[in-house]
């Protein structure tokens, strides 16, 4: 791989945390505030006395914002103490730099719609039946949403037979009856400035409160004009905490504000992205959601939408333990443009950045782009075009993400002179491009591409019709994972994301003054889809369990589901437990615990598990227990060193014996099962295969609800996953001119700090690593320290597996440039200094195991570059 030269992004998006008290967050000077920190105080220690301590060390600061259950402040600093400074005082338990969130991107399709079909979604949950049938509402039930505030005049918040929303407020009787601006509309991360109207204009909050407690369920009562969907909990009471400005971020000083408003608000769920900016787990916001549940609130979270990375990716959204990871469902219709040839029309998705409608004149015919052994290419190499003709032509390719992004794929077809590009996704449901702009692309279902195939081979000269206006589908990927939606494991091998609602093609309320309707897909979507569900369950049982037991709940009830397309069952690190099934959860009599068994890897594999049934009826119950094997996922495959996008299914299967097959339990007592594991036989322990599956037990009483628990492992030893992707040549040393570029050197190249470019490593992590370090050895191989990089700070902690790709299709990197500071230790509150000796050094870079104890270095993968590096102790 050729990186003379590369335009360096010196500030690339990668996080490091360590345990100690200072967490400095140095990912882009662009997202976190300046002088802006998050202090939490020790347990016994109040404002007051905090704030005096800070006094009495000449520190000068204003307080932006209070937390009384996360127990700290947020702070300007204007005495230029840093967050290290501040970690050491009396009173202090922790620092944090505010960190800004970006409002989560929108996949919005362009079309309008008021077609009830695009609301088909609650016949997949059984929600449908939960309100025609048991007439839940989450009526009584408060949901606090933190997001970008919500237009409540929109008829979909309006009560029953009202023309409009309102907001308590301004107006009585209004289904938004809290709430507060935290920002204003000019707010991007800096400067708040807070009123008293929660009002929408951004779009995002309006769709998710939407989906969560949009419309009516009764169409005599219904808001009038009549909604074309409806919400989960079209009765629920909103809290509206707006977070977000029109545009841009907002920081984590003012979303733990909001947390704690609508804890004191007595909101019973609350929805929010913890994930977005952050692959911490030991981040503010999660610290105080972990606080929040256990005081009895609910908190539901994204997944995450890095499908198209491939596996282990979901760790990313950064989640507290209590907190439930929802994955991502496609609805099972979509409204969609289409391209009919042959004679059978088939949806198609444009491309984010061409986003409009293909229209394409007739002489524009397909041409299937093939390998040399017949099959359909990817597009990913230009040299395919060379033999064939595409001039003026619509050029159909496959679109597996092992070699490339379909922006890469765009700009060889428009090279080689074609007029459009239609990709066939693999199938894993209708995938959503980035593309490229001004260049017609849309993606096709798997099928349509097979049909457009065949159809091409009976006569090449066939018309390609583009729609004039989208219509409704049935989509191939309805009521499957939704192809956006990001794969686990996380770090630690445990079993995320936890289950799914949907979030595919879901059709909800926008701001007025955007058009009032969109449809939208993202993990965005399904996670206020759950919190809802909440509310409807909460109303049921007029209860609030905690949340984390509400968590098992819906994951015992959820619906296991298969890839489009397969008969076997869609791995646990995609689809959790299944997709949620509201009816199921209210009517389920039984409960299995724990909710997730987290086999790990062959070396720590958990042979034995318990497991507890609890029989929570009136009555004794007898339970057969099975076992339903889910696809393995091949994480590296052909011993690749980073996963691939698309990741391999194979057929290779745990087994597991359970201690009794029948169990006969009476009413309201619990048995333990003792389950007895083997790993799968098939499948190479080289290349680390992802297994999963689910333990079932399904009541005798006809109609009973039968409940299971996912269980995931990996095949294979953990601790020989490859870290760094050596296959694309990285980690590598380069010279850095403090210019943005990045030259190769020699091998013997020496560099002097004095004098000549600086040295920068490039990484690429195809793995999580509990700790990443770099560090410094002198001539006689004494180790001296930890590097401080000069473009991102502290270069040790852990860090998440790196993206395959950026957005413009090139390759995904980090750069660490070295200017000779360095810390003697890891602990995060010491300074870094110059290495002060003169002498010759040299650096290692250096990635930690997963679950491995840390030794150093039989638990590391070490890359050690050999060119000298001189130091004068006079720095350039
Ligand atoms: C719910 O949470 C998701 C992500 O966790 C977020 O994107 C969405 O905006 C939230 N919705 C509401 C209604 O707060
Ligand atoms: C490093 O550069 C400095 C400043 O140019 C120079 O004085 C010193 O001799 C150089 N050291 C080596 C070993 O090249």
Not at 164 to 182: P, T
Not at 351 to 370: H, M, Q
Not at 574 to 596: R, Y
Request: proline letters at 6%; a positive charge; glycine letters at 10%.
């Amino acid at each position: 791989m050729k990186l003379t030269a590369t335009i360096l992004s010196v500030v690339a998006a990668a996080s490091l945390v360590s345990a100690g008290t200072f967490h400095p967050h140095k990912i882009n000077p662009h997202d976190t505030i300046s002088n802006g920190y998050i202090i939490q105080y020790d347990d016994n220690v109040n404002h007051a006395q905090a704030q005096n301590s800070l006094k009495s060390h000449k520190v000068d600061f204003k307080v932006r914002n209070q937390y009384n259950v996360f127990n700290g402040a947020a702070v300007t600093v204007k005495s230029g103490h840093k967050g290290e400074e501040l970690a050491k005082l009396p009173g202090v338990k922790n620092v944090w730099p505010i960190t800004l969130y970006s409002i989560p991107k929108l996949q919005k399709s362009n079309m309008k719609s008021n077609d009830p079909a695009a609301a088909s979604l609650h016949t997949m949950t059984g929600v449908d039946i939960v309100h025609k049938k048991y007439k839940l509402t989450g009526k009584g039930v408060k949901v606090g949403v933190i997001d970008t505030g919500i237009d409540y005049k929109h008829p979909s918040f309006a009560v029953p037979g009202a023309k409009e929303g309102c907001f308590a407020r301004y107006g009585k009787n209004c289904r938004v009856k809290y709430g507060w601006d935290f920002v204003g509309d000019d707010y991007t991360g800096e400067d708040p400035k807070p009123d008293s109207d929660p009002r929408d204009c951004g779009g995002h909050g309006t769709h998710v409160a939407g989906i969560l407690g949009g419309g009516a369920v009764d169409s005599k009562t219904s808001p009038k004009p009549p909604q074309p969907f409806v919400g989960v909990a079209p009765e629920v009471t909103f809290g509206a905490y707006r977070i977000f400005g029109c545009k841009g971020s907002a920081g984590d000083d003012v979303i733990l504000a909001a947390m704690e408003l609508a804890f004191n608000d007595g909101m019973d769920v609350i929805n929010m992205s913890l994930g977005g900016g952050s692959a911490y787990k030991n981040n503010p916001i999660s610290i105080l959601g972990d606080k929040l549940i256990a005081h009895g609130m609910a908190l539901v979270a994204s997944a995450g939408n890095a499908g198209s990375d491939g596996a282990w990716m979901v760790s990313d959204a950064g989640l507290g333990d209590l907190a439930s990871s929802i994955a991502s469902f496609d609805n099972i219709y979509g409204i969609y443009d289409s391209v009919s040839y042959g004679g059978a029309a088939h949806p198609y998705s444009p491309s984010e950045n061409y986003n409009n409608r293909i229209d394409l004149p007739a002489s524009a015919t397909l041409v299937p782009i093939f390998e040399k052994d017949g099959s359909l290419s990817d597009g990913c190499d230009p040299n395919i075009y060379k033999s064939t003709d595409v001039k003026g032509k619509v050029v159909l390719v496959f679109g597996d993400l092992t070699r490339c992004k379909s922006g890469a794929r765009g700009v060889n077809a428009k090279d080689a002179g074609a007029a459009g590009i239609l990709v066939q996704t693999t199938p894993f449901g209708l995938a959503g491009l980035a593309g490229n702009p001004g260049f017609p692309m849309g993606s096709i279902e798997n099928k349509a591409g097979n049909d457009m195939l065949a159809a091409w081979k009976k006569d090449p000269k066939t018309r390609l019709v583009w729609s004039k206006k989208p219509s409704n589908f049935l989509i191939e990927g309805g009521g499957a994972p939704s192809d956006f939606s990001s794969f686990g494991l996380d770090g630690d091998l445990r079993s995320k994301p936890d289950f799914a609602g949907p979030g595919g093609n879901i059709l909800s309320a926008f701001p007025l003054a955007k058009g009032g309707y969109a449809i939208l897909s993202g993990t965005s979507m399904s996670s206020p889809y759950v919190a809802g569900a909440h509310a409807l369950y909460i109303q049921a049982k007029k209860s609030k369990p905690r949340g984390d037991k509400l968590r098992q709940i819906f994951k015992n009830t959820a619906t296991i589901a298969s890839n489009f397309g397969s008969k076997t069952k869609a791995s646990a690190a995609k689809q959790g437990a299944g997709l949620i099934n509201v009816l199921s959860a209210i009517t389920t009599k039984t409960s299995i615990f724990p909710d997730h068994i987290d086999l790990l890897d062959s070396t720590h594999f958990k042979k034995t598990v318990k497991i507890s049934i609890k029989n929570e009826g009136k009555h004794t119950e007898t339970y057969t227990l099975s076992h339903i094997p889910a696809d393995t996922l091949n994480s590296y495959p052909n011993k690749n060193t980073f996963p691939l996008g698309t990741p391999v299914i194979e057929a290779a299967y745990a087994t597991v014996k359970f201690s009794v097959d029948k169990v006969k339990i009476p009413a309201g007592k619990t048995a333990k099962i003792t389950l007895t594991f083997k790993e799968p036989k098939k499948g190479d322990a080289s290349e680390f295969p992802l297994y999963s599956g689910y333990v079932v037990a399904t009541p005798k009483t006809k109609g009973g609800v039968a409940v299971h628990v996912p269980y995931t492992g990996v095949k294979g030893d953990i601790a020989k996953v490859p870290i760094f992707d050596t296959d694309s040549g990285l980690p590598l040393l380069l010279a850095y001119d403090g210019d943005d570029s990045l030259e190769d050197v020699t091998p013997d190249y020496q560099f002097n700090l004095s004098s000549t470019k600086l040295p920068a490593i490039l990484t690429r992590l195809g793995s999580h690593t509990p700790e990443f370090s770099i560090r410094i050895f002198d001539d006689k191989k004494n180790f001296v320290g930890y590097a401080h990089s000069a473009n991102r700070g502290q270069s040790f902690g852990w860090l998440g597996r790196d993206p395959t790709y950026n957005d413009d299709g090139s390759l995904y990197f980090n750069a660490w440039i070295w200017d000779g500071m360095y810390t003697k230790t890891m602990d995060p509150s010491e300074t870094p200094v110059l290495v002060s000796k003169h002498g010759v050094y040299n650096l290692v870079v250096a990635a930690q195991h997963k679950l491995s104890k840390g030794a150093y270095p039989k638990d590391f993968e070490t890359h050690e570059f050999s060119n000298p590096i001189v130091i004068t102790g006079q720095q350039k």
